[in-house]
């Protein structure tokens, strides 16, 4: 395969100098990370830039804290540093788990969820999980900070809705109240996941209810989909959930538009979404989990 | 701007336990360097998509896709190829003496970033378990082997490591 194209390489000291840089260098520059999706796609002269702002040479965009209720992930965080991380494993064990199973042992040592969020690859877990869990991601630009809801972010497949100087520097997620539980599934079987299946339950003191639900289905449209429909109807007694979660799935499904292509069909990820989300209502409704 | 040719950059890092200094530029992969700058071809080049770990190297201990990941980021660095697992006197490293007690390569092509994938696990965790093996490799692709071996002499080396340790 052909070398990379010739590029340079710069490294702001600060968010400030990383915004006028996005500004000056405009479609002829990128924000640079782990490099685990982009120096692909370059690699494959499916995109081209003559500058890479390198993002991790500012300080403090990888750590991680609790504070608030919620968990503070920065951008520059890695899949392995967020997998490890003590702070999400004990307050946010779902988001722990999701990030030990992306991609593979290498994709996680130097890929950044900023990263991944950014890239917006339709096959990929976090955005998924994170818009079940109401996430929500800090932007940064010359025009100061702003905060935007995860399906605010992602604006289609391979598309972020930041303006060009702006930097992702992290993402906010609440932290799960003693009644919440949430589970994340996913299918796959080659490189990428095929489907994947968020759901947060919100029971009653014996956990014999289920007083409120988000889902969300990623990897099967541009964006991952969350349906407040198919949410409504999980809601209601536990032990008579079967018939409600189908019911849901279906809604999810019409909700998600699924089509037709090398995957499998729109009628297989149908089938798929049902069998994931009685999977994962399984998980959150066993007290063992 | 576009056809500027972009500055050498002097790279220096410390590979295999020596330190090394490359002048290289910014888009030249750390198997690039490795394998035309400074002749150390064990990292093998194949789907370039950071997806069959025959390139994989370590940089500060942890897995890298070397056909994929800049040299750039390698500086001030420890990097460990496959080159520079063999002991002090010249022996083998225990997870590359049991790779061949076990029979876990046949085309080898495979087998440098198996071994150092394999490496990553055991210095962080000398005691998998047999899903744990499975799990940490299984982003290192084998056409020949159908997998099992490689678990076993994985296991094994653990074993190896472990008595030697005492």
Known sequence: MMPLRRFAIHRPADLGEAA????HYGDTGTLYAGGTELL????HDLLRYEH?????AVAGLDSIEARDGHIHIGAGATHRTIERSPVVRELLPVMARMEAEVANVRVRAAGTLGGNLCFAEPHSDPATLLLALGGTARAQGKGGERTLAMDELLAGAYENSLSRDEVLTGVNVPVPGPTQRAA????????RPLLGLALVLDLNEDGSEIRAARCAVGCVSPTPCRSEAAERLIAGPAAAAGERLQQAADTLADEAALTDDREGSAEYKRHLIGVLLRRAAGKCLDANE | MSNAKPALVELRFELNGKDVAVECEPQQTLSEVLRNRLNLTGAKISCEVQVCGACTVLVDGLPVSSCTYLAYEARGRRVTSIEGLENADRTLHPIQQCFIDEFAFQCGFCTPGMILSAKALL???PEPTDDE?????????????GYVP????IRKAAAV??????
């Open chain 1, 52 to 56: 890479l702002i390198d993002i991790k």
């Open chain 2, 123 to 125: 210095d962080d965790n």
């Open chain 1, 20 to 23: 006028e840089m996005l500004d």
């Open chain 2, 133 to 145: 093996i499975i799990h940490h490799m299984d982003g290192n692709l084998c056409r020949c082997t």
């Open chain 1, 184 to 191: 994340y599934l996913k299918f796959q079987v080659h490189e």
């Open chain 2, 161 to 166: 490591m472990k008595e030697a340790r005492g």
């Open chain 2, 150 to 153: 490689i678990v076993k002499a």
């Open chain 1, 40 to 43: 692909l796609a370059m690699r």
